[in-house]
């Protein structure tokens, strides 16, 4: 047992349990974390072996006869109707017959609908009635009189949850820990091996959890798949409900005004919008007015009523794109529906995490080591949320910039919320404080830099902050700013330079407007010099799409049926077309737009000497063997995946693909391949190939 491990049973006897015996029970049940974690904490909420296995043998057979799997719904129905009674795990969501009269609950996993349920478990849990909740019930089956009454009944309903804790106790548990020893423990009752993890990377983790301790959070995060961005909201505690899809309607969130049902923000603390991300999301205008009210107002309105309410709401989504490609082309809000691309609306965001910068989820990340159960951190996350901390850092540090009364809400309120995990006995030293205030700084300034970018009625603001004892002022940078210092501003450098590569290739396209000298600027010659080859895939990737790279996923299968087809393998060609005839480029086959390695597997080549001939009888039969030598393949590994490089310099003669009865002519502009028309082809070719006339 590691030395964290027995400082930690050592202050939370009976209330810590072994991480990995969590993922070893769960095998195929479709069940929280939080549950199977209060059956461990039951039963195995000990460093003693012998007893750790054989309370891990009383969960398996507790989950084993009273777990109630989908495929053996049946099963435990027939259990019920022929013992009379039987105990489940089960959850419940329960609505109101307001024909009859009575409520009725619907059992998830076991399939039963209008159950009756007694009136004082829906006044003791209305959770119940939002969203439901996981519960161990007594179940009855009785063959009623009325052969239209429903024979299932509920005896018992216990929520699974926490039912006390002594928050004194933890307090002065938490006052053995040393700082890193503590940020461990959080980590590992997240269920993460703490030595893989940076201080930043801590805190990153840290700050999802921010939104069950503070009232009326406000968090975004964007970032690429697999970094367990849900996880947190779907597993960690019964008092966060995640919404998958991130589509949801006005009635369901806020109020139903035809019945006066209070929706999901009246009853959990914390809201997740999972999938928040995708232009093909469809957002009804009047919900994003809805919740920009509530968001900065902390009510909603029921007709003439104005409702209050404490539910954090918390965006998650992937990003299409690398944070290279957002920080010189677009924005860090670009991947959003548009309609949530309003800066009234992003402007209530407290902070936006930076889901780039953390770690994909990996075996090696998880601990065998020992965390708290978290139904008790849950709760004692909640127990914070009535707490306020954000005011701690007045006596010590003094913000001296002259940032907006929102700017400072959303530095205060992660401030408060990460000194409530990480300091709740409010003992910690200037250093400790300053980290992070900075942090918390650094994050509201993600958001402003970036919605400066789509209003231009919004102002730069600078961040920071200086002791009140003395000492140089200190000022905020985000990382991304840090690492990418040309593109830093109202309006992205590159972004800049794509107009001038536009305006360029107007004046190319139409020579007949533009004198022969245009392209004489230093910006026009920037924008001619052309890809570097030398550039390693893994720069190029990292850099995202731009006038010299794209990325395929495919070179001959649609992903979506997963057949080939003929339109996939035009779009190849006609970007090494675009390439040939513009300043050259390089197209990485086997990537995702968003520079996710996918691999070549998924063009069904028996290997890659068959995938390569196949590209290249392309090549010749459609675009024309003269033009090889201008293109060079190459293999190459990137992130355990294969992907195919084409290296394409610019041609000494134009590049038409033959398509059918056509032979459409390409060229780039800015990241984009485009058709040029055949007015404009002509005076092209003359400028862009003279010596081909």
């Not at 959890?209 to 009232?215: D, F, G, S, T």
């Not at 942090?439 to 402003?448: G, H, T, W």
Request: glycine share 8%; net charge negative.
């Amino acid at each position: 047992m590691s030395a964290l491990d027995s400082t930690i049973n050592e202050h939370f006897a009976g209330l810590a349990v072994r991480k990995d015996l969590t993922k070893a029970i769960k095998g195929n049940a479709i069940v929280p974390t939080y549950v199977l974690e209060y059956l461990l904490g039951q039963h195995c909420a000990t460093d003693d072996p012998d007893s750790i296995t054989a309370g891990v043998e009383r969960v398996r057979q507790i989950l084993a006869r009273h777990f109630v799997h989908r495929n053996e719904a049946e099963l435990i129905k027939s259990t019920i109707k022929e013992k009379g009674r039987h105990k489940i795990i089960d959850k419940l969501t329960v609505e109101l017959n307001d024909k009859e009269g009575y409520y009725q609950a619907k059992f998830t996993n076991l399939g039963l609908k209008g159950v009756p349920v007694d009136v004082d478990y829906i006044k003791a849990h209305p959770k119940l009635l939002v969203g439901g909740i996981w519960c161990i019930v007594d179940m009855i089956y009785e063959v009623p009189e009325d052969p239209k009454a429903c024979p299932w009944h509920v005896d018992q309903l216990k929520p699974i949850q926490v039912s006390k804790f002594d928050f004194e106790q933890f307090i002065e548990a938490r006052k053995k820990f040393a700082t890193e020893e503590w940020m461990g423990l959080l980590l590992q009752t997240i269920g993460f091996n703490p030595e893989k993890f940076s201080r930043r990377e801590t805190l990153l983790q840290l700050t999802r959890l921010v939104a069950y301790c503070e009232r009326n959070y406000n968090l975004m995060e964007l970032g690429p798949k697999g970094t367990g961005k849900s996880h947190i909201y779907s597993e960690f505690s019964p008092h966060g409900i995640l919404i998958s899809g991130g589509e949801i309607t006005a009635a369901k969130l806020f109020v139903n005004n035809a019945s006066g049902k209070i929706g999901l923000v009246g009853y959990w603390d914390s809201i997740c919008f999972d999938e928040f991300a995708g232009k093909d999301k469809k957002v009804n205008k009047d919900l994003v007015d809805i919740m920009k009210n509530y968001m900065a107002q902390k009510t909603f309105s029921r007709g003439i009523e104005s409702l209050g309410a404490e539910a954090s709401m918390v965006f998650m989504g992937n990003t299409k794109k690398s944070v290279g490609y957002m920080m010189k082309y677009s924005n860090i809000f670009e991947p959003l529906p548009d309609k949530y691309i309003d800066s009234a609306f992003l402007d209530r965001i407290h902070a936006y995490l930076p889901g780039w910068e953390v770690s994909p989820i990996a075996n090696d990340l998880f601990t065998n080591g020992y965390g708290l159960i978290v139904d008790y951190f849950a709760e004692i996350l909640r127990h914070l949320r009535s707490q306020d901390f954000s005011h701690l850092y007045d006596e010590n540090f003094s913000i001296e910039s002259d940032i907006t009364t929102r700017d400072r809400d959303g530095v205060r309120k992660t401030f408060g919320g990460l000194m409530k995990i990480l300091y709740p006995h409010q003992e910690c030293s200037d250093e400790e404080m300053e980290e992070i205030l900075s942090f918390a700084m650094e994050c509201r300034k993600r958001v402003k830099d970036h919605i400066i970018r789509i209003d231009e009625t919004f102002e730069p603001k600078a961040f920071d902050f200086v002791k009140r004892a003395g000492g140089a002022v200190q000022v905020v940078k985000t990382a991304e700013e840090i690492d990418n210092p040309a593109f830093v501003g109202r309006e992205p450098s590159s972004a800049r330079q794509g107009a001038d590569e536009e305006d360029e290739d107007q004046r190319v396209m139409e020579p007949d407007i533009a004198g022969s000298d245009a392209g004489n600027s230093e910006s026009a010659a920037t924008a001619q010099s052309g890809p570097s080859f030398g550039e390693s895939t893994e720069k190029l990737i990292e850099g995202g799409e731009g006038p010299f790279v794209e990325f395929k996923s495919t070179l001959r299968v649609n992903l979506h049926t997963d057949k080939k087809d003929d339109k996939i393998e035009h779009s190849v060609l006609k970007t090494i077309a675009g390439f040939l005839n513009t300043r050259g480029g390089v197209l990485l086959i086997g990537v995702q737009d968003d520079g996710t390695p996918l691999g070549l597997e998924s063009d069904q080549f028996a290997n890659e000497d068959k995938l390569a001939l196949h590209l290249q009888n392309l090549i010749n039969d459609r675009i024309g063997e003269e033009h090889a030598p201008h293109i060079i393949p190459k293999f190459e590994s990137h992130d355990g995946k294969r992907v195919l490089r084409v290296e394409c310099s610019p041609g000494h003669e134009p590049a038409f693909v033959i398509t059918g009865k056509f032979e459409p002519f390409y060229i780039r502009s800015g990241h984009a391949t485009n058709e040029l028309s055949p007015r404009k082809i002509t005076p092209y070719l003359r400028r862009q190939f003279p010596d081909a006339q």
